[in-house]
């Protein structure tokens, strides 16, 4: 049986290894719709993950036919929600519980009835610093499942941790989740 994987972009240089889990997820079976954030727009364009999903990108409450795509997204439609990257400015978002976006309003609509997994990718310094460390714990503490960083060398020149978990490694993860 497929199962159904809502994909969330952020804005981050690494924006372009969730292409390659979109297509990790189609190629073994998976439904992948993707929400795409204003500025993750600015790194891949709509047409890749439109291309690799066979499904339309959405980057608003409004951009599609459904007046509450938020509502269908979270509670009817996905198994799985994934934020591949997250940003050090998502994650804060999130554990404040706004709903500014239509990623925030899925996730409220969600509440932790369906696996919410938070894949963070950030600066070292950003990645440690206390708002994002503690909104990580708040998170994980309601129930999403926060992924592990890599550590190495970042796209700023700066070596630590930080690095986007690689895609197979994501892949992982995510199949484990729905078993």
Sequence with gaps: MSKNILLHVTGSISAFKACSLTSLLVKNGFDVRVIQSQDSLNFVGKASFEGLSHNKVLTSMFDGDDPIPHIHLAQNWADLIISYPCSAN??????????????????????FNKPLLIAPAMNTQMYNHPSVQESLKKLENWGAKILPCGEGEMACGTKGIGRLLEPADAFKIIQETLK
């Design 90 to 111: 998502t994650i804060n978002r999130l554990a404040c519980g706004l709903a500014d976006d239509l990623f925030g309003a899925v996730c409220l609509a969600n509440n």
